[in-house]
């Protein structure tokens, strides 16, 4: 079982910055791939950002060269730099996490969301 909390998002003006975090805790064995999803209204949830355990991060091409996605192995945290804001991109924002439970079964944790809106 894994628990993810996010923080960080807000409200901010287009070309600005804001940093998401997601702490990862509970009882497994091992987190591999986690990343940042988002959900605006009316749309379906989609892929923003991954990066493995090792560090090969994958993003959205609506998204390269503005955010940049990072983790600390040994806290169990994820982060989302988010620079050069458009209002598009306004969504909640989910934290994910792939693991292995004790058992060795799959785990696919999801946090609560965080708005992040970009607005003048």
């Known amino acids: 079982q894994v628990q993810l909390v996010e923080s960080g998002g807000g409200l901010v003006q287009p070309g600005g910055s804001l940093r998401l975090s997601c702490a990862a805790s509970g009882s497994f064995r091992s987190i591999g791939v986690m990343g940042w999803y988002r959900q605006a209204p009316g749309n379906q949830r989609e892929l923003v950002a991954t990066?493995?355990?090792?560090?090969?991060?994958n993003s959205a091409d609506s998204v390269k060269g503005r955010f940049t996605i990072s983790r600390d192995n040994a806290k169990k945290t994820v982060y989302l730099q988010m620079n050069s804001l458009k209002v598009e991109d306004t969504a909640v924002y989910f934290c994910n996490a792939l693991g292995l439970s004790h058992s060795m079964t799959r785990i696919n944790g999801w946090g609560q969301g965080t708005q992040v809106t970009v607005s003048s």
């Open positions: 990066i493995t355990s090792g560090g090969a991060t």
